[in-house]
């Protein structure tokens, strides 16, 4: 059974950083493709970033924007997400998840397993 746990959020002021972790058990983040999505209030859930099965590299959401840095540390079966420069638009619970994947080209990804999320509130 894939456990993710998120960790690392809480409240920053806009054009601060903040960065989430994400320890995994129960399968690696090397073979199950693992990325973040997010969930801000009244809004529905939406894609953030997430690394290709492998090291077949990285995808990020238009409004990234180059801000946010996903990264993987293998030993540690941990995914992190790096957030600059945050906007209070960036307010929202931020999920991990594992098996990212999508129907079809051009699909908005989707995952089979998630973590319960960690809140990131940007204060204006």
């Known amino acids: 059974q894939v456990q993710l746990v998120e960790s690392g959020g809480g409240l920053v002021q806009a054009g601060g950083s903040l960065r989430l972790s994400c320890a995994a058990s129960?399968?690696?983040?090397?073979?199950?493709?693992p990325g973040w999505f997010r969930q801000s209030p009244g809004k529905e859930r939406e894609f953030v970033a997430a690394?290709?099965?492998?090291?077949?590299?990285?995808i990020y959401a238009d409004f990234v924007k180059g801000r946010f840095t996903i990264s993987r540390d293998k030993t540690k079966n941990t995914l992190y997400l790096q957030m600059n420069s945050l906007a209070p638009e960036g307010t929202a619970l931020y999920f991990c998840?594992?098996?990212?994947?999508?129907?079809?080209?051009?699909?908005?990804?989707?995952?089979?397993?998630w973590g319960k999320g960690t809140l990131v509130t940007v204060s204006s």
């Open positions: 690394i290709g099965a492998g090291d077949s590299g990285t």
């Open positions: 998840a594992a098996g990212v994947y999508t129907d079809y080209e051009g699909a908005p990804p989707d995952a089979y397993y």
């Open positions: 129960g399968h690696d983040l090397v073979t199950t493709p």
